[in-house]
Nanobody, 127 residues
């Protein structure tokens, strides 16, 4: 059974940093795009960042570009999201996800393209 478990969320002041982790078990995802999404109260789930299989090309939403960094450790089957210069508008539940297709060539920001999801971790940024 595939499980994705996020950790690292919490309460932080604006300008602070957090590092989220997502550990996968039950299957190896070396050949899949892995991504982070977030959902604030009353809003739709939105794409944050993704990292490709192979050389690990990275992709970011404009709202986090330059502040967030996604990385992966294939040996640990884990993906990370380093979040710096946090803003109150970054407050949300953050989810990691794994793409439905192996070796996808074009990374997608559409949640429906991702098959496996974690339970989410709350990130709250105070002003």
């Amino acid at each position: 059974q595939v499980q994705l478990v996020e950790s690292g969320g919490g309460l932080v002041q604006a300008g602070g940093s957090l590092r989220l982790s997502c550990a996968a078990s039950g299957r190896t995802f070396t050949n899949y795009v892995m991504g982070w999404f977030r959902q604030a109260p009353g809003k739709e789930r939105e794409f944050v960042a993704a990292i490709k299989w192979g050389a690990g090309s990275t992709y970011y939403a404009d709202s986090v570009k330059g502040r967030f960094t996604i990385s992966r450790d294939n040996a640990k089957n884990t993906v990370y999201l380093q979040m710096n210069s946090l803003k109150p508008e970054d407050t949300a539940v953050y989810y990691c996800a794994v793409d439905r297709l192996a070796f996808r060539l074009v990374v997608t920001a559409t949640p429906g393209a991702y098959d496996y999801w974690g339970q989410g971790t709350q990130v709250t940024v105070s002003s």
